[in-house]
Nanobody
């Protein structure tokens, strides 16, 4: 079992930056996949960025070059640095973890990101 707690969301103007954090309740060293999904109103949850195993990463095409996922195993935390934010990035961002990035076992409660135009 692992509990995940997201933080760092908020309101930002277009072009601005935010850094999301996902703190795990135990060591993330042995977790195969860990990353971020988002869900906008009326839309399905979609992959944003994730570690797929080791330090391999996968990004959605819409965020590639603007968002960066990173991890600090000593702090049991995964981060999502979001730059050049756009109004279409507005969503609830969820942190997930598990054996496969396509079907995370564990989820956080989500953090709201709102980008104003």
């Amino acid at each position: 079992q692992v509990q995940l707690v997201e933080s760092g969301g908020g309101l930002v103007q277009a072009g601005g930056s935010l850094r999301l954090s996902c703190a795990a309740s135990r060591s993330i060293f042995g977790i195969i996949a860990m990353g971020w999904y988002r869900q906008a109103p009326g839309k399905q949850r979609e992959l944003v960025a994730t570690f797929t195993g080791g330090f391999s990463t996968l990004y959605a095409g819409s965020v590639k070059g603007r968002f960066t996922i990173s991890r600090d195993n000593a702090k049991n935390t995964v981060y999502l640095q979001m730059n050049s934010l756009k109004p279409e990035d507005t969503a609830v961002y969820y942190c997930g973890a598990g054996d496969s990035y396509s079907s995370f076992t564990y989820w956080g409660q989500g953090t709201q990101v709102t980008v104003s135009s």
